[in-house]
DNA sequence: TGATCCCGCCAACGT
DNA sequence: ACGTTGGCGGGATCA
């Protein structure tokens, strides 16, 4: 047996496969320079596994051989006759091109010989011998692939020469316990350092952060991940395979967990590599050692874009383009939450058996499309009118679902997730539509309540060196941080006015939340600027909003800028509660909406004011009171509900994420507040709405007797509007009833408003079934769409223009299933769950796709 | 150019 | 000893 391959059989085979598979892919044109070979060749490579699934692998080989030897004749006839009368270089011009021969490109062919789910009936044991020989591959190349497979468990070793397939059976489990290892790891925490690093590095800040440094990838030595196993899925072969592995395997693994652990799911090669070498060799970071992890990671990388669970993308800041790479793959929840998710949802398969697609199956079934179609144009009018034209649609027909764009999608949304073959083809025919508005921009991470940094919060310093953790088995992303990312920090204020305390609901940053710091991700409080504006919510404040905002934006131009702002002093504590009491009031009185309207910049803040929070009157819904708030900043979500007490609707403050910016670090200087947490207290419909789309809530809040039921109705009838979602869809989990008390509200215990509220919603799709739960959690709402571009990225199978409900956003969003969890309110206002911490982007984050 | 990453040498390992 | 694995990095290609 020999490796011996024959340039020859090699482009015979490629060339073969790519012709049987894809009789219209320039692909099998000779690989001229010339020849526009398309950006993405593989584009169709759902095309290509479909069909050749959709044949038994004995007539796929059958026939792959038959081409092989068919062609083979042919093109050996050619290669002479190319040998004899072309010149050297000609020659090698028409040997395959590099391309052709691309690990990326021989992951496909490998992965389309085995179905994804197969049975275990079926053989599937993988002899690398002959998929070498039928690939044409030299063995080493296909140890590149199956290394990375192995990683994910979707193949394991058996013994020599032979492994056996399991497809992604066991990815979404394995991904699962690479999240957990990649928490343990604290790897959030070392993309943050990194970045910071570099980031002081860049403007020559002294950056004596080297033990910070080393203290963070120290206290990962001990922990030090080898290779996460799946029980009962343990290495069979192990002692076979005692390398060392430090591999491409353990390698795989490290990088798949980075993705699953920060927030934009988006890992830049170097950072990656930079934390994969950190973790061996925190000092010497040579140049050579530096690229070979890069070339490692390529080879990595391509095996999962090749099993599109990641994407390439450029990521863009100051410094220029940086290769980096986007999860495209199942969103992986934490643990806890997922379990109840799942147990709620009867409607879904468990994911054990639908591992990829599972979750979004389940949320498609549960979420319809509505026929919005989200796109993520740069143009900010644009998306305005695209949401009001959804919440027309939405206010007249609110279960008709228009079909925009996303007919496929609807189609497929309906088949059983077995059909993933299917509809990724049209997601890729869709994607190629859309491609040109993939562009995107991630003004970082948006608003981001921290919880578990609160030391961060003045300093732009993470907290990873005032507490190296020394609790590797934490789950949290920081040893240092308490584990309260589960639950939500409720501040609550006395309401002035109507003598009602409000809580203001801050969306705590679970462990994959925590915003990757950098320069394009720059980690500081709110500038006080933004909490003055706040203090007044009239047309002045939104006027000078966005002004702000562009500031934020600038930022990222300007380093010493944020730096700047990252110094400010914390506002008084004191001082934003009233100013939070002050918005509150003044709320009553305006009507922001038609400025916002009128004034076409306001479209800026119609952006920047997705709702982070809500403020929530504490006490029982009152007349009079509630209709003070006039909605007419988009809200986020916020249900809320204490564990022991059957919360009846409560009025709902709609707080912009502005506004969180604003009050938020402030509300946890508020200590000293008379924390009421009254027993009938909050119930919290999910609200988002458009500031700017909100007329018609403005006139409900001219009805004070109807207001709260009228302001949550409209919002959750505007939330699809107010939501700017990435052409992508992504995984809707529904944390919804993760609430350990679960059933403690019962119906009766529902007003009537309650209720309604409810129907409502129900009917809209927002809520998952009618349960009497909407105030199960709390949920907030990235501050634009960025967050939603960044963080919520589509679970494998995507298709483009999936439409979605916002429900679905608020349900998923980065905060999501944590902060659902254990809402327990303290009943001493110092909620242990801390104060949140800001994450505020400062600088623009360019995402583009190729 | 810089980004990608193919290719295959050769050492560690297993049998 | 010999075959299997797979780390590694030179240098070719691509964009």
């Given at each position: 047996r020999s490796i011996l391959k024959t340039p020859l059989k090699q482009a015979a085979t490629s060339q073969s496969v790519l012709t049987e598979i894809q009789p219209d892919q320039p692909l099998t044109t000779p690989p001229k320079p010339k020849d526009p070979l398309p950006a993405e060749p593989w584009t169709p490579t759902s095309n290509l596994k479909m069909l050749i699934s959709a044949a038994s692998p004995e007539i796929r080989s059958r026939e792959q051989r038959r081409e092989l030897s068919h062609n083979t004749s042919e093109v050996l006839q050619a290669k002479h006759c190319l040998q004899e009368h072309l010149l050297g270089d000609e020659y090698e011009k028409s040997q395959p091109s590099r391309k052709e021969k691309s690990l990326g490109l021989l992951c496909h062919k490998f992965l389309a010989r085995y179905p994804d789910y197969p049975s275990t009936a079926e053989n599937n044991y993988i002899c690398l011998d002959e998929v070498a020989e039928?690939?044409?591959?030299?063995?080493?190349?296909?140890?590149?692939?199956?290394?990375?497979?192995?990683?994910?468990?979707?193949?394991?070793?058996?013994?020599?020469?032979?492994?056996?397939?399991?497809?992604?059976?066991?990815?979404?489990?394995?991904?699962?316990?690479?999240?957990?290892?990649?928490?343990?790891?604290?790897?959030?925490?070392?993309?943050?350092?990194?970045?910071?690093?570099?980031?002081?590095?860049?403007f020559d800040l002294n950056s004596e952060r080297n033990e910070e440094m080393a203290r963070c990838f120290g206290s990962n030595k001990h922990s030090e991940i080898s290779f996460v196993e799946l029980p009962g899925m343990e290495f069979r072969a192990a002692s076979v395979n005692s390398r060392k592995d430090k591999s491409l395997r353990v390698m795989s693994q490290k990088f798949v967990m980075l993705f699953l652990v920060s927030t934009p799911q988006i890992v830049s090669l170097e950072v990656a590599a930079k934390i994969l070498i950190g973790e061996e060799q925190l000092e010497d970071l040579d140049k050579s050692k530096f690229k070979t992890?890069?070339?490692?990671?390529?080879?990595?990388?391509?095996?999962?874009?090749?099993?599109?669970?990641?994407?390439?993308?450029?990521?863009?800041?100051?410094?220029?383009?940086?290769?980096?790479?986007?999860?495209?793959?199942?969103?992986?929840?934490?643990?806890?939450?997922?379990?109840?998710?799942?147990?709620?949802?009867?409607?879904?398969?468990?994911?054990?058996?639908?591992?990829?697609?599972?979750?979004?199956?389940?949320?498609?079934?549960?979420?319809?499309?509505?026929?919005?179609?989200?796109?993520?144009?740069?143009?900010?009018?644009?998306?305005?009118?695209?949401?009001?034209?959804?919440?027309?649609?939405?206010?007249?027909?609110?279960?008709?679902?228009?079909?925009?764009?996303?007919?496929?999608?609807?189609?497929?949304?309906?088949?059983?997730?077995?059909?993933?073959?299917?509809?990724a083809i049209a997601k890729y025919q869709l994607a190629g539509q859309s491609k040109k508005e993939m562009k995107m921009q991630l003004s970082g991470s948006a608003l981001e309540c921290n919880v578990s940094l609160p030391e961060a919060v003045p300093k732009v310093e993470p907290p990873l060196s005032a507490a190296p953790s020394q609790?590797?088995?934490?789950?949290?992303?920081?040893?240092?941080?308490?584990?309260?990312?589960?639950?939500?920090?409720?501040?609550?204020?006395?309401?002035?006015?109507?003598?009602?305390?409000?809580?203001?609901?801050?969306?705590?940053?679970?462990?994959?939340?925590?915003?990757?710091?950098?320069?394009?991700?720059?980690?500081?409080?709110?500038?006080?600027?933004?909490?003055?504006?706040?203090?007044?919510?009239?047309?002045?404040?939104?006027?000078?909003?966005?002004?702000?905002?562009?500031?934020?934006?600038?930022?990222?131009?300007?380093?010493?800028?944020?730096?700047?702002?990252?110094?400010?002093?914390?506002?008084?504590?004191?001082?934003?509660?009233?100013?939070?009491?002050?918005?509150?009031?003044?709320?009553?009185?305006?009507?922001?909406?038609?400025?916002?309207?009128?004034?076409?910049?306001?479209?800026d803040t119609a952006l920047t004011f997705f709702p982070s929070g809500y403020l929530i009157p504490l006490t029982q819904y009152t007349h009079g009171n509630e209709a003070a708030f006039p909605n007419k900043e988009k809200a986020g979500i916020c249900s809320l509900q204490h564990p022991s007490y059957s919360p009846p609707i409560a009025g709902v403050i709609p707080v912009t994420a502005s506004e969180l910016k604003a009050v938020n670090i402030p509300t946890f200087h508020l200590t000293p507040l008379n924390i009421m947490l009254s027993p009938t207290s909050v119930a919290a419909a999910p609200v988002l709405s458009n500031p700017c789309l909100s007329s018609s809530s403005t006139r409900a809040a001219q009805k004070p007797s109807s207001s709260v039921l009228n302001f949550t109705l409209q919002h959750v009838g505007l939330i699809p509007a107010g939501v700017q979602v990435s052409a992508n869809p992504f995984l809707q989990h529904m944390p919804l009833s993760s609430q350990p008390e679960h059933g403690n509200c019962s119906s009766e215990n529902m007003n009537v408003q309650e209720e309604k509220v409810r129907k409502y919603a129900f009917a809209n799709n927002i809520l998952q079934k009618p349960k009497p739960r909407i105030h199960a959690g709390f949920f907030s709402f990235p501050l634009n769409d960025n967050v939603f571009l960044s963080s919520l990225q589509p679970s494998v199978p995507k298709e483009p223009q999936e439409p979605q409900t916002v429900t679905e956003n608020f349900f998923r969003t980065p905060g999501g299933p944590n902060t659902v969890s254990s809402l327990s309110a303290t009943s001493d206002g110092t909620d242990r769950t801390s104060p949140g911490t800001l994450y505020i982007p400062q600088r623009k984050l360019e995402v583009s796709e190729d």
């Open positions: 039928e690939l044409n591959v030299e063995r080493r190349r296909i140890y590149d692939v199956v290394n990375v497979l192995e990683s994910l468990h979707m193949v394991s070793r058996l013994a020599k020469n032979r492994y056996a397939w399991h497809g992604r059976h066991h990815l979404f489990k394995t991904l699962e316990a690479l999240k957990k290892a990649g928490e343990k790891n604290k790897y959030t925490q070392q993309i943050q350092l990194i970045k910071k690093r570099e980031y002081e590095h860049e992890k890069i070339r490692r990671l390529y080879d990595i990388a391509n095996v999962l874009s090749s099993l599109e669970l990641i994407k390439k993308v450029h990521v863009t800041e100051e410094r220029g383009r940086k290769p980096a790479f986007k999860w495209t793959g199942p969103e992986v929840l934490p643990n806890i939450q997922d379990t109840k998710l799942e147990a709620t949802c009867t409607t879904c398969p468990p994911p054990s058996s639908e591992s990829t697609p599972s979750k979004e199956q389940c949320s498609k079934n549960l979420f319809p499309s509505r026929g919005k179609n989200f796109t993520r144009h740069p143009s900010l009018i644009k998306l305005v009118k695209t949401i009001e034209n959804d919440r027309r649609k939405v206010q007249s027909a609110p279960t008709s679902p228009v079909k925009i764009s996303g007919g496929i999608d609807q189609n497929l949304s309906a088949f059983p997730s077995k059909m993933a073959q299917g509809p609790l590797p088995a934490l789950p949290q992303p920081l040893g240092v941080c308490p584990p309260c990312h589960s639950a939500v920090s409720p501040v609550i204020l006395p309401h002035p006015p109507a003598g009602v305390p409000y809580a203001i609901y801050l969306h705590p940053s679970p462990a994959h939340t925590v915003t990757t710091y950098s320069p394009s991700f720059m980690l500081q409080p709110l500038p006080c600027a933004n909490v003055t504006g706040i203090q007044s919510m009239n047309s002045k404040v939104l006027n000078k909003i966005p002004t702000e905002e562009g500031d934020n934006q600038m930022a990222p131009d300007d380093p010493s800028k944020s730096l700047t702002a990252d110094e400010k002093p914390p506002i008084k504590s004191e001082t934003s509660s009233q100013r939070c009491l002050k918005r509150s009031q003044a709320l009553q009185d305006n009507n922001l909406i038609k400025r916002c309207r009128s004034d076409e910049e306001s479209l």
